[in-house]
């Protein structure tokens, strides 16, 4: 048995670090492999993209696309991942399940802006959901096997409640 005083890590599995400017004898004297003189031999030097005052590619280049800042991030939820969980005993189909119960089973790491229910593939047992939102196809598996799902969503305005 190794005692913790000769614990050492396997041959070949660390690098020793390559020290430029330590003279002739090192490989990488004087210069540090860089050439002579100029820009690009100094420190903090930031020359990629720069075309020469030209337009740069990427400023030339056009865009597209639109990345919204209030989007929220759900994740997500499928039938057959709640019925895997409640078959390997992770989860208790008689509770009310909700992210914190998903969390706690180890269905999803973390709720972020909540949770989605997705309806792909099979469930038997009853459930009482709450999440964020619900596919329609997921909700009727639900409430075909008995259960139900609360949406803590809010319902989208409708045209008549604002005129």
């Known amino acids: 048995m190794t005692k913790l005083n000769e614990l050492r890590d396997n041959e070949g599995a660390t ?3 390559m020290r430029v400017g330590r003279g ?7 210069t540090s492999g860089r050439g002579v003189k ?12 720069f075309e020469g005052g030209q337009m740069p590619l990427h400023m030339r280049m056009p865009k597209r696309g639109f990345n919204n800042p209030f989007a929220l991030k759900l994740v997500e939820v499928n039938l057959w991942r709640l019925q895997k969980a409640i ?5 208790d189909a008689k509770k009310a399940i909700n992210a914190e119960a998903l969390i706690g ?5 973390r709720a ?6 997705l309806g792909h593939g099979e469930i038997s047992a009853k459930l009482d959901l709450t999440v964020w939102s619900a596919t329609a196809s997921a909700v009727k598996a639900i409430e075909a ?6 949406q803590q969503r809010p319902e989208p305005a409708s045209e008549e409640a604002a005129a």
């Open 24 to 30: 002739p004898g090192s490989g990488k004297g004087k």
């Open 145 to 150: 096997a008995g259960g139900k799902v609360t």
């Open 87 to 91: 078959e390997a005993g992770k989860l």
């Open 15 to 17: 690098k020793k670090r």
């Open 38 to 49: 100029g820009q690009k031999s100094r420190t903090g030097v930031s020359l990629l993209g």
């Open 105 to 109: 089973a180890g269905v999803i790491r």
């Open 112 to 117: 972020k802006d909540g949770v989605r229910l």
